[in-house]
């Protein structure tokens, strides 16, 4: 296969996937390009992306976008998607017996899918009807796109974002852990995007009690994440934003008594560790958490090793004393401008 050709529409289709993002989880965000001809003659028949959690599939809506008078092409056509094929009934039918009943010529993937229920399954089906399968084209694109996805089937816990803004001299926050504006507007929108984008939001008590958070997303038109709340002693006041009962909200916390049960649309958990507060996201199928602060959260995040990636806003606002940022780690990503504040992005690996 010419790898120029077939990179050139493997692009495509992970581009087309990214349009998915905050819509789909917890399936993967998946996009697929329907090819004819070879070489220099090679032209897209049809393409599609998984667009909502519970609508159709990448290839289906590339299937249906296919002209019916091009539909007796898909014999003869090469199929990009991003992510194996699934071959079970979940929401909608399998992707993999799609393709077989158009009888593809070609399947050309990304990535294998590590969800149990499919994990080389939709492959095999593919291959014994007889359609050539070709895998690992991008792969490490495939998996950085997915990195939530496959973090919480390899790695059986949420992926782990980590995000605070410090001034230009280190701060996070005033004297006493007073709220300071640090970043600027259009950071601030930014940030609203990435809480659409995540399933979850965490805060510690002190961000809790002092900025009193709604940790929701009005500036930005997406989906609220569930709100996730450490209070180990049961500290916080019922008259704060996060038991407003308007979105889904996890107190963890490690009383053994005195633990509330009216208000409305929050759930307590008892976790005496991170390591516990993780397994119970796990076990309620939360695929990624975007931890807000404060610092102290932020770091016992970092030394326990539970964290992906980092986003760090710095702002030339000077404050010469207060609650000082923590300490970035990790391999630096990206770097750019928003307004006057630098965003760095950070990896574990």
Sequence with gaps: MDMSVGDRFMRRALELATLGRGHVSPNPMVGCVITHGSGSQERILGEGWHKQYGDWHAEVNAVNAVHPENKHLLAEATVYVTLEPCSHWGKTPPCADLLIEHRVKRVVCCNDDPNPLVSGQGFAKLRAAGIQVETGILAEEGRLLNARFFTFFEQKRPYILLKWAETTDGFIAGEGGKPVK?????????????????????????????????????????????????????????????????????????????????????????????????????????????????AAVLTSFMEAGLWDEMRVFRSPTMLGAGVKAPTVRGILRNREKIETDELTSYTKR
């Design 182 to 294: 640090i970043s600027g507007d259009l950071a601030h929108r930014l940030v609203h995007r990435w809480r659409g984008e995540e399933d979850a939001i965490l805060v510690g008590t002190n961000t809790a009690r002092l900025d009193n958070p709604r940790l929701n997303t009005r500036l930005w038109a997406g989906k609220n994440p569930i709100r996730v709340v450490l209070d180990r002693n049961l500290v916080l006041s019922a008259n704060l934003h996060l038991f407003d009962g308007s979105q889904p909200t996890l107190v963890y916390h490690a009383s053994q008594t005195n633990v509330p049960t009216n208000y409305p649309n929050v759930s307590y958990v008892f976790a005496e560790s991170l390591d516990q507060l993780i397994g119970d996201l796990y076990l309620r199928k939360i695929q990624s958490v975007l931890v807000e602060g404060g």
